[in-house]
């Protein structure tokens, strides 16, 4: 219990230094919304205009830090995170972040659940027979595939699969807009079909981590004695293999599978834009691009909870199973 | 000790058997893959310090041939958009790139050194305090912070991208090395150096450093990578100066004026190929220490129990 306490306030400790250093960061550096709407305007609006209807969406840029600081804390808390004041000039921010989250969570969180599945298989077979043709060829090659910048894999899937073969798979947006969305065959395909790509990027670059992780857990798990112990009593390869070895080998990287969920509404920003994707990632560059202090901050807040979140569980996962843990509590 | 937990535990990795210097080499020249990473590295950096050597092309951001030529004899990778030499660009781009590559991953790792080592040193107050702040930049989603710091730090610079990759790549390194550093702590070597009355400065110079070397590299090589990708993907999203000569600025300009839709696929191809080479060079070089490091991992010989 001291435990799971001790992490809360981690967890608390963190999310304020997040916040902080999203708050200040902006206000400490050059460039201010005012300005970059003057620019986008074209000079069109007055200045003194923009800046009253910025002042108007919650924008104060003459009020006392402290004072302003404080407020903010207090709305990131309750929800209440303000107009943006970006592109999307006015907009709820609350209204935009919900209209990107299901895209991103779709897509980056189904495809990072496949890889971190798919990556513990092929480590698990790969260490177990070790020395193998699985285990001499599969490391190197994702130890090559792990360090592509993955915007650049997904440059490639574009041009091979999308520009190469006349458009068979879109590399645009979300869905075909000239369908209407809904539950039928039709949408549901030009969804599925739109995230072939981005989803096959990021699979890609992401697996290898996870087979070579799981195969070397695999390895150093196989060394152990309760593994020769399961062998000296004749058990089948195939329970020993799954029931002993790779059952304690996959616990380290449940930790790392807790914070790969986490990262995962931050973690596509480059596919999403490589994909025009409109996704959380994707909204966060356009605000980034636009001086939406509200957007950013609202998107940042959210990306360290959600890391957070994941720890936090990760914590209470691991002290619920593993008992040597709740013993050191 | 109070926050740990963050990320998996490293592997408990035997103290490197070799020592600095010979060691490592003998130990690099004897593993494929950290022969093929060091020999892509080598060649990058002899492009980078003799770009003259491998192109006739001086200026090769100036706008000096007919745009979108294919390849040919005189212009290996054609031509951009804009009409520039694409493996001129290249070759020139190779410094900035491997520059961002060495110095951020080496200054971020002095930083890990410095923030792990005395964090496992000093302990009490100091290590909780310097684990804490570790442990929080740690969880901190990188990616964005550096989108977010790099656009307001001014259209970045080289000094500005430098500094935005230090500051989020150090973390990493300094939860593993506190934890090589807290293990190595009480070692019977470091008990009879204190006994004869060394400073602790020297200790740790001296006697624990250069046990830490193959942890140390790894550091390096990793913060490196980190380094290599997230520069090139913040100068692809249009954060970095845009008239300086890297494969990032490449990418940006060839995604710019659509490279991929308009016929001249090279120009992002191309930089994408040398950022993926030099990323695969340090991967490749840090998965052979790995297997130098983790004995248990290393092709042949079996594991060995305890260290």
Known sequence: ?329 | MTTTAITAPPPEKAPARTRAGGGLWRAVRGNRKAMAGAVILLVFTVVAAFPGLFTSVDHPDEANFAPRLAPSTAHLLGTTALGQDIYSQLVYGTRESLVIAVVAGALATVLSVIVGVSAAYLGGLADDLLSLLTNVVLVIPAFPLVIILAKYAGKGSLTVILAVLVLTGWSYGANQLRAQALSLRNRDFLESARVRGERRSYIIVCEVLPTMTSLIVANFLGAALYSVLSAAGLQFLGLGDPNSQSWGTMLYWAQNQQALQTGTPLWSIAPGLCVALLGVAFALVNYAFDEIGNPALRPVRRRRKGA
């Not at chain 1, 108007?56 to 303000?82: C, E, I, R």
């Not at chain 1, 039928?184 to 070579?212: K, N, Q």
């Not at chain 1, 293999?241 to 080998?249: E, F, K, L, Q």
């Not at chain 1, 509404?265 to 691009?289: D, K, R």
């Open chain 1, 1 to 329: 219990m001291r435990f799971i306490l001790r992490r809360l306030g981690f967890f608390l400790l963190t999310l304020w230094a997040a916040l902080t250093l999203n708050f200040f960061i902006p206000r400490f550096m050059p460039g201010d919304p005012v300005d970059a709407l003057v620019v986008r305007t074209r000079g069109r609006v007055s200045r003194d205009a923009l800046e009253q209807m910025l002042t108007s969406f919650g924008f104060k840029p003459d009020q006392n830090v402290a004072v302003q600081y404080v407020d903010y804390l207090g709305h990131m808390f309750t929800g209440n995170w303000g107009r943006s004041i970006g592109q999307t000039l006015g907009e709820p921010v609350t209204k935009l972040i919900g209209g990107a989250l299901p895209w991103t969570l779709g897509l980056v969180g189904i495809t990072t659940v496949l890889a971190f599945v798919f990556g513990t298989l092929i480590g698990t077979v790969s260490g177990w027979r070790r020395g193998g043709a699985l285990d001499a060829i599969l490391p190197p090659i994702f130890v090559i595939t792990s360090a592509l910048p993955y915007f650049w894999v997904g440059l490639l899937l574009i041009l091979v699969f999308s520009q190469g073969t006349g458009g068979w798979l879109p590399a645009n947006f979300n869905y075909d807009t000239t369908i209407v969305p809904g539950f039928s065959p039709g949408f549901v395909g030009s969804v599925l079909s739109h995230a072939v790509l981005p989803a096959a990027t990021l699979l890609i670059t992401t697996i290898g981590g996870w087979i070579l992780t799981m195969r070397n857990n695999m390895i150093t798990t196989l060394a152990e004695d309760y593994v020769r112990m399961a062998r000296a009593k004749g058990l089948g390869s195939r329970r020993i293999m799954y029931g002993y070895a790779a059952r304690n080998a996959i616990l380290p990287n449940l930790a790392g599978f807790a914070m790969s969920l986490g990262f995962v509404i931050s973690g596509a920003i480059l596919i999403e834009y490589v994909f025009n994707y409109p996704g959380i990632g994707y909204l966060l560059y356009n605000a980034v691009q636009n001086v939406d202090y509200p957007l950013m901050q609202a998107l940042f807040m959210l990306f360290t909870v959600a890391v957070l979140v994941a720890l936090l569980a990760v914590d209470i996962a691991t002290v619920w199973l593993d008992p040597r843990a709740r013993a050191k509590g």
